[in-house]
């Protein structure tokens, strides 16, 4: 059995953090990850001769913790291409109009909503500091929208921004969630928009999750999938499918939620940290790639949660032609790179635009994450996110699930494996330092 400090289980941006972390203090650290990649729900590929991110994309100075990374790897951001023409779906047609149009419409529902993510959000970091949370954590966004006194249009185009948000259909998207994102934004919703969808890594997310593998000195090995973890009063020995044992005084586990079942816990994880990932995340949607003839003039879409894609737009070009991503709520009702029905969703807007290639990851198909970006639904902030956050014995969880702040992003993801490896590092150099 090789003997270890710390074993990470997961490769992601919250694993390689916390690994990196616990290494440049000296501790005998192995990063254990199932995939044959590291950097998890992000992956940067190479699609149609140029980088493609598959998973998670955008970064802002807003998110404390990727930027911090991103400064101290030296790297460099782009902008994505500004649309200045917006189109939507309301009322059963499609409608045009320039971005300051579309946000006139959106501004009634989203400025309350920053504002009351202001009141019940005091401390972004502390999402849990009010006490009455319970009072509005049962409502989902689509709850949220059908009490306040918009128009029909309004309340259709905003719920159907919050379902792109959640890659989930509204009606099961928490609306304390949403509350969260707006609330780390500092109540500014035009300023979450920017944070979320407007500015890509120049070299890819792969360049930034290499930078953090290479530091430290930290062990990674490739293609080991944990299979069980078990602990006692000396510390914890860590199974792998291929039969290796790994015993360690702490061990770091990043698995999304909804695959922690897939790990045999003994003694066995307490029922409310299952119980999140047997409830499902809101997230159950997919990211696309399309590929479509010609130069086209860039343009941001927008549709209710009933459509197979809520939000399209243009994004780079290659080869003199334009692609587009997009984004919808149902993987089961739409697979990434099914052509036909990608095609056929992005005629909801423009049936003018000859699609040549589609293409993307089918992330709630995928063993090792089953479900997108992590988005809470009703009720399950207040259930679960303290007791997710609890170790269990010498056992400490990380990743974007459990963040504190931006909650769903890599920053997230960053922030709970700097807040692991602190505990386990307090752990391991005991009381007297
Ligand atoms: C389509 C999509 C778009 C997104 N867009 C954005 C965006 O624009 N901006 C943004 O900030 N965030 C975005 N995100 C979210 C962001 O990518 C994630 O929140 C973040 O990368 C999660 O990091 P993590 O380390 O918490 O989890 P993960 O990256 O999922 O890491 C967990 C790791 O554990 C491994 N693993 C699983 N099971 C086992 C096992 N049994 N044994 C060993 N290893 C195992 C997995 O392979 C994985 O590498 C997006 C995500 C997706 C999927």
């Known amino acids: 059995m090789d003997a270890y400090d710390v074993v990470v289980?997961?490769?992601?941006?919250?694993?390689?953090?916390?690994?990196?972390?616990?290494?440049?203090?000296?501790?005998?650290?192995?990063?254990?990850?199932?995939?044959?990649?590291?950097?998890?729900?992000?992956?940067?590929?190479?699609?149609?001769?140029?980088?493609?991110?598959?998973?998670?994309?955008?970064?802002?100075?807003?998110?404390?913790?990727?930027?911090?990374?991103?400064?101290?790897?030296?790297?460099?951001?782009e902008p994505s291409p500004s649309s200045q023409t917006v189109l939507w779906v309301a009322d059963g047609a499609v409608h045009r109009g320039s971005p300051a149009e579309f946000d006139a419409l959106i501004t009634p529902a989203m400025d309350r909503l920053a504002q009351d993510s202001r009141t019940w959000f005091p401390l972004p970091y502390e999402p849990l500091h009010r006490s009455d949370?319970?009072?509005?954590?049962?409502?989902?966004?689509?709850?949220?929208?059908?009490?306040?006194?918009?128009?029909?249009?309004?309340?259709?185009?905003?719920?159907?921004?919050?379902?792109?948000?959640?890659?989930?259909?509204?009606?099961?998207?928490?609306?304390?969630?949403?509350?969260?994102?707006?609330?780390a934004a500092s109540g500014d919703w035009q300023l979450l928009h920017q944070a979320t969808a407007s500015y890509r890594l120049t070299e890819g997310t792969a360049a930034l999750a290499s930078a953090i593998a290479a530091d430290g000195g930290a062990e990674v090995r490739l293609g080991t999938r944990v299979t069980g973890v078990s602990h006692d009063t000396g510390g914890a020995t860590v199974?792998?499918?291929?039969?290796?044992?790994?015993?360690?005084?702490?061990?770091?586990?990043?698995?999304?939620?909804?695959?922690?079942?897939?790990?045999?816990?003994?003694?066995?994880?307490?029922?409310?940290?299952?119980?999140?990932?047997?409830?499902?995340?809101?997230?159950?949607?997919?990211?696309?790639w399309i590929r479509v003839r010609g130069e086209v003039a860039p343009f941001t879409a927008y549709a209710p949660d009933v459509h197979d894609l809520t939000w399209v737009r243009t994004e780079c070009t290659v080869d003199g032609d334009s692609v587009l991503v997009a984004f919808g709520p149902r993987a089961a009702d739409l697979a990434p790179d099914d052509a036909e029905g990608v095609t056929r969703a992005l005629r909801t807007w423009r049936d003018d635009l000859e699609v040549f290639d589609v293409t993307g990851h089918d992330w709630m198909r995928d063993e090792f994450s089953r479900e997108t970006w992590p988005m809470q639904r009703p009720g399950q902030l207040t259930r679960y996110l303290a007791a997710l956050q609890e170790p269990h014995g010498p056992v400490r969880f990380a990743g974007s699930d459990v963040a504190t702040g931006w909650a769903g992003f890599i920053d997230g993801a960053i922030e709970s494996g700097l807040r692991a490896s602190r505990a386990a590092h307090e752990v391991l150099r005991g009381p007297r330092g």
């Open 133 to 183: 949370l319970d009072r509005i954590d049962q409502l989902s966004v689509a709850d949220y929208f059908a009490g306040l006194d918009l128009s029909r249009t309004e309340r259709e185009v905003t719920t159907g921004v919050w379902a792109e948000h959640f890659n989930g259909p509204a009606a099961v998207s928490g609306l304390t969630q949403a509350m969260r994102w707006c609330a």
């Open 239 to 288: 199974s792998t499918a291929d039969g290796a044992r790994f015993s360690a005084r702490q061990v770091i586990c990043t698995l999304p939620l909804n695959v922690l079942d897939s790990i045999d816990f003994q003694p066995a994880l307490p029922a409310a940290k299952l119980a999140a990932g047997a409830e499902r995340t809101a997230s159950q949607g997919l990211k696309t």
């Open 9 to 77: 289980i997961g490769a992601g941006f919250a694993g390689l953090v916390a690994a990196r972390e616990l290494a440049l203090r000296g501790h005998a650290v192995v990063v254990l990850e199932a995939r044959d990649r590291i950097g998890g729900r992000t992956w940067t590929d190479e699609r149609w001769g140029r980088r493609l991110e598959l998973g998670g994309t955008w970064v802002h100075w807003l998110q404390p913790h990727v930027w911090s990374e991103i400064t101290r790897y030296g790297q460099r951001i």
